[in-house]
């Protein structure tokens, strides 16, 4: 369990601070560009992330993906609108993102301990 805490915590600081950050301190225009890189390209990438370090031992981190998505639409329903359901839309996504890197980095990592 204390191996997984690292990583719920950089999920709460992307998925939760990040919003609120943008929220809070950029206003107009800017907090719309700041949103869409977070939307398109940060909470993505670290999807994808997570998902990969997940399948490295499965037995441990199988949740991290799905604790992704739920950290994602949380932080989205707090900070911008409460049962948006085009959130839902994105953290289907990002799950769903999570969960294939997951299954690479699990059959790599089987492939290259078979030789």
Excluded: H, Q
Aim: with cysteine; net charge positive; proline share 4%.
């Amino acid at each position: 369990m204390k191996k997984i805490i690292p990583w719920m915590l950089a999920t709460a600081v992307i998925m939760l601070v990040f919003p609120w950050l943008a929220v809070t301190f950029i206003k107009g225009d800017g907090g719309m560009a700041v949103c869409f890189i977070l939307f398109f390209a940060v909470n993505p990438i670290y999807a994808i992330c997570s998902g990969a370090y997940a399948g490295k031992d499965i037995k441990i981190f199988w949740p991290l993906p799905i604790i992704t998505a739920l950290f994602f639409l949380l932080g989205t329903w707090l900070f911008f609108s409460i049962g948006e359901k085009a959130f839902i839309l994105y953290a289907f996504g990002y799950l769903l993102l999570g969960i294939v890197a997951e299954l690479i980095s699990m059959f790599v990592k089987k492939k290259i301990l078979r030789g």
